[in-house]
């Protein structure tokens, strides 16, 4: 079982998540992520709040049942699916709130080559997941700096949430999350997340883009 509760981004008034997983074997196969500020509305319609600006949003998912969310007042769960976007110039896409986490000019090669137009949407913790299970975007890209490890406890419940609402989570090699080697992720350099058309598109634009960035020898 791994359990992630809150980080600074809950100080700061932002995105949060309080996070559940159930590993078996390694295997993620139950994930609950409870999100308290994200609106009930998709961040698409980031102009159109919801009546009352409602925000508290519980995903949960269990291995081969798909991904439901349900407001945290206890009204009725709905299933969600990841976005059905092919075409990635009309995809948006999550990064990291904090530059310190994730290489926002990484990001802006890999969604440049991809040819998406909108800017980043930049919210912090597996928040981001639960949107993207919903489709409120397509793509997630989290590239870390150099020497940072990823730890299961920030992505286990985020993974099964967005893989049972039909998207792919994998490295930036297109392997997917090894969660039965311990605390830790040994990911290659980065993770990212769409649905099942983008992938392969996404993972060329990710190549490409490192290739470029990789100090010439
Ligand atoms: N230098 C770092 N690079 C990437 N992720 C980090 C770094 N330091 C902390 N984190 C982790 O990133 C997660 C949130 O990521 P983000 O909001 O950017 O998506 C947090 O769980 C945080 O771990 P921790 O909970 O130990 O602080
Ligand atoms: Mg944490």
């Known amino acids: 079982m791994v ?9 700061r008034g932002d995105q949060y998540a309080i996070a559940l997983a159930l590993l078996d074997g390694g295997k993620v196969v139950l994930g609950v992520l409870a999100c308290p500020n994200l609106p009930l509305t998709s961040l698409k319609d980031a102009g159109q709040h919801s009546p009352n600006n409602e925000v508290g949003c519980l995903f949960f998912a269990e291995v081969g049942g798909g ?46 080559k991809l040819g998406v137009k909108a800017p980043p949407i930049r919210i912090d913790s597996q928040a981001k997941y639960g949107a993207l299970s919903r489709g409120d975007g ?36 297109g392997q997917p999350l ?4 311990g ?21 060329n634009a990710v190549k490409e883009s490192l290739k470029e960035k990789a100090p010439s020898s």
């Not at 090894?178 to 080697?181: A, E, L, Q």
Request: hydrophobic share 45%.
């Open 3 to 11: 359990f992630d509760v809150l980080h600074c981004s809950f100080l």
């Open 183 to 203: 605390k830790h992720l040994d990911v290659d350099t980065g993770i990212i997340v769409t649905n099942q058309k983008l992938m392969p598109l996404l993972l």
């Open 138 to 173: 397509a793509i997630y890209l989290r590239f870390p700096h150099k020497g940072y490890r990823e730890k299961i406890w920030d992505h286990a419940a985020g993974c099964i949430v967005v893989t049972e609402a039909g998207g792919v989570v994998t490295d930036a090699a």
């Open 178 to 181: 090894d969660f039965s080697k």
């Open 67 to 112: 991904t439901y969310m349900q407001p945290l007042d206890g009204s009725s769960a709905v299933k969600v699916q990841v976005s059905a976007v092919e075409n990635p110039e009309e995809a948006s896409f999550f990064e990291s709130y904090e530059a310190a986490h994730s290489m926002h000019d990484l990001s802006s090669l890999i969604a440049q």
